[in-house]
């Protein structure tokens, strides 16, 4: 049993102690947040300037009650390279396309506004009727479920290495004491990298080439580089088109991470700050940082995970955490430093936070006491697990259809999300809904 004090004021540990959470959340989101812009062709210091500077903003806008770090987001990387190879289709570069659909990103945060406004104007616990545990719930374990494979990808690149974060960090967390329990994560990730350093699996070829100070943003890479030029009007277009039914997929996984993170502080974040502020904080966070070139933003579970694992629930660490981001977006060699950390180390550490992920999932099923005697429910969960991981390891991945001569891809989560969602507007007897009350953290989160 994990007897853990529940911390809400992080000063009460001090200022070293606070300093290192934050570094640890730094950590915790690093890996991801890194990827995308790898695998996208993105710029790495962009997107560390704008998770930073977004989230931030997010805590500017829900009055520094949400604890939650915005960071990039995977779900547009199919849009990305659907966007890309339009473009070069056209006769533009990759970069170039790059900056299109950076259009279309922008865009689908501005989405976000909307829903926003509709919470505001008739309640968000109106809206949320549309939301309840049976459908977030599923959503929830989704959201892990479908991140897990590129955990044992990475992992699979030396497990041994893996195996030591994934050890360091259970026994830490679970036999620790002290200020050892509360950053099992950080540790996990130091002592896997030293092991990988000390037996030659890390490359720092591109550690010494790097420079120490340089600009985050380049203005090439930005949506402003279009403007006095020849922008062209159809590749926008096949951008929004292509990008924005995406915008549904994250405002659904933002609607679930929001009740995973009230549900692990033990606080309803829906009622207050009120969930229109906090799709006000994603949207814009991402709608701003598409402008200048950096990826879609997405509320981070990696660091409810470490949430969950600490206990210590001030935003303040993450704020933190965000300021270290941007700091160092200036620094390419510090970018270099963390980008030649091994696959595996960011695989171990991400077994265990995706798996709390989907066991915050089941815990939102299971506390809101979802009646699963009923046989609406029992569909409506089936279809949303199924739909999801059906569709995303199906040989397409996802299902396309064609508007005029568009071509648009909707991931399996973004399928099942709107299932889910209709279902449970249109079978008899939805009478399930969100706990008004989240049960205190102090009885959440045990083992």
């Not at 044992?152 to 620790?176: R, S």
């Not at 659904?252 to 009120?274: L, S």
């Not at 550490?349 to 995706?354: R, W």
Request: hydrophobic residues 55%; glycine residues 10%; aromatic residues 8%.
């Amino acid at each position: 049993m994990n007897d853990q004090k529940v911390i809400y004021n992080a000063r009460e540990l001090g200022v070293p102690k606070m300093l290192i959470l934050g570094l640890q959340h730094m950590f915790a989101m690093f890996g991801a947040t890194v990827l995308v812009p790898i695998i996208t062709g993105l710029s790495v210091s962009t997107t560390l300037l704008f998770a930073g500077i977004a989230t931030l903003f997010m805590h500017f806008v829900t009055k520094r009650k949400v604890p939650v770090f915005l960071g990039s987001s995977f779900a547009f990387l199919g849009g990305y390279a659907i966007v890309k190879q339009a473009a070069v289709a056209a006769g533009y570069t990759e970069q170039q396309g790059l900056v299109y659909a950076c259009i279309g990103v922008a865009c689908a945060g501005l989405m976000y506004l909307i829903l926003s406004f509709v919470c505001k104007a008739y309640g968000s616990r109106k809206v949320m009727k549309f939301f309840p545990p049976i459908v977030t719930g599923p959503i929830i374990i989704c959201v892990g479920l479908h991140l897990a494979p590129s955990a044992i990808d990475n992992c699979n690149q030396n497990w041994w290495i893996a195996l030591v974060a994934i050890v360091v960090v259970i026994v830490c967390n679970i036999w620790g004491k002290g200020m050892i329990k509360i950053i099992p994560i950080l540790l996990g990730v130091i002592a896997s990298y030293l092991v990988a350093a000390l037996t030659g699996n890390v490359d720092f070829s591109g550690v010494a080439s790097a420079p120490w100070f340089g600009l985050p943003i380049a203005p090439e890479r930005t949506v402003f580089s279009l403007i006095g030029g020849k922008a062209d009007i159809g590749l926008i277009l096949t951008a929004v088109i292509s990008i924005l039914p995406i915008g549904l997929t994250t405002m659904m996984e933002h609607i679930g991470d929001i009740n995973a993170i009230g549900g692990t502080v033990g606080k309803d974040f829906v009622e207050d700050p009120g969930l229109h502020r906090t799709l006000i904080g994603d949207g814009v966070g991402t709608a701003i940082a598409a402008l200048f070139g950096a990826p879609a933003n997405t509320t981070y579970g990696e660091n409810t995970g470490v949430l969950a694992l600490t206990k210590v629930f001030d935003p303040v660490v993450i704020e933190l955490a965000a300021v270290y981001a941007i700091v160092l977006s200036f620094s390419p060699k510090f970018a270099a430093i963390i980008t030649s950390m091994p696959a595996a180390t960011i695989g171990g550490v991400s077994i265990i936070l995706y798996g709390m992920i989907a066991a915050i999932g089941v815990r939102n099923v299971v506390e809101n006491q979802v009646n699963f005697q009923a046989s609406r429910n029992v569909i409506i969960a089936a279809l949303i697990l199924c739909l999801t991981i059906g569709i995303e390891y199906s040989a397409a991945g996802s299902i396309s259809f064609t508007i005029g001569s568009m071509n648009v891809s909707l991931s399996g989560l973004a399928i099942a999300s709107i299932v889910g969602i209709v279902l449970n507007a249109i079978l008899p007897g939805g009478d399930e809904s969100f706990s008004e009350k989240p049960k205190d953290a102090a009885t959440l989160g045990r083992y």
